[in-house]
Nanobody, 127 residues
Framework: QVQLVESGGGSVQAGGSLRLSCVGS????????MGWFRQVPGSARERVAV????????YYHPSTKGRFTISQDNAKRTLFLQMNSLEPEDTAMYYC????????????????????WGRGTQVTVSS
């Protein structure tokens, strides 16, 4: 079954940390073209941290720079998002996504380019 499964969300106070994980099936995991996204009800989904250009480039949402770190363990087909110094504005559903394995991502992909999406994990940060 082609799938991505996120975990690690939860409720924390401002200033706290969480580490999200996304495990992919062998067909879904694309080690050079995956990323984390988030969405608040009523708002558009946005990039949080994205690997592209075969994993050589990383995009971070400006509000997360210096606080969030994306990493991966390809042997375990797992993508991580370490989130430190969390703020109430980080509250959202967090998703991981991957491009289809036969596609390349030399430029930062649009959200519509991602074929596989997980179901999401909720992150709630209280003040």
């Amino acid at each position: 079954q082609v799938q991505l499964v996120e975990s690690g969300g939860g409720s924390v106070q401002a200033g706290g940390s969480l580490r999200l994980s996304c495990v992919g099936s062998s067909d879904a995991y694309n080690d050079g073209c995956m990323g984390w996204f988030r969405q608040v009800p009523g708002s558009a989904r946005e990039r949080v941290a994205v690997r592209y250009y075969s994993g050589e480039q990383t995009y971070y949402h400006p509000s997360t720079k210096g606080r969030f770190t994306i990493s991966q363990d390809n042997a375990k087909r797992t993508l991580f998002l370490q989130m430190n110094s969390l703020e109430p504005e980080d509250t959202a559903m967090y998703y991981c996504a991957a491009l289809r394995r036969d596609r390349r991502c030399y430029l930062l992909p649009d959200l519509d380019d991602y074929t596989y999406w997980g179901r999401g994990t909720q992150v709630t940060v209280s003040s």
